[in-house]
Structure formats: C-alpha cells, structure tokens
C-alpha cells in the first residue's frame, strides 16, 4: 500500500515536470519520499544545472500540493516538503 502511494506520487511529479514551463528550466525529479503513517510526510526533491532556485520550488510547491488534493492519493493529512538534494545551501 504504501509503495503504491509513493508511486503514485512519482508518477504525478513526473506528469506535473513534463509541462514545458518545466521543461524549459530544466527542473528535474530527483527523489519522492513518502512516510509510513496514518499522516504521511510526503517529500520531493528537484534538481537544476547550476542549482534550482527557491521561486522553483515554491511554484512546483503550490501546484503540486492541488493536484494531490484532487487525486485524492492520502485519505487523511499530510505534509508536503519540496527541496533540492544540497538542502541548506544559498539559491536565491
């Protein structure tokens, strides 16, 4: 079951980084997390040459976060974390 949500993630990232404003920065899909619990944490993490910008993460943030809420993949809350793989450096 909770392979098959983080799957279902996966495959709703990698639709959502197929668009061509995503394309066209060259955002890519690094890593999906989803925790084992009743409240999963459900990360993801992006990527960029030359390193990706917070306002990337931000709008993949927003956008994604509705598209979760209208597939309906968690039955209860969760929390969604967006970051890039060198978490904590600098990138404005």
């Given at each position: ?86 978490e904590g450096k600098d990138r404005r």
């Amino acid at each position: 079951m909770y392979e098959e949500r983080e799957e279902k993630v996966k495959k709703l990232a990698e639709k959502l980084l197929s668009r061509e404003d995503y394309i066209e920065e060259r955002i890519k899909l690094v890593k999906v997390f989803v925790s084992k619990s009743i409240n999963p944490h459900v990360k993801i993490f992006l990527d960029k040459e030359g390193g990706i910008k917070l306002k990337d993460l931000e709008k993949f943030h927003k956008e994604f976060e509705i598209l979760l809420d209208v597939e309906k993949i968690f039955e209860k809350n969760y929390v969604l974390e967006v970051s890039s793989p060198g978490e904590g450096k600098d990138r404005r």
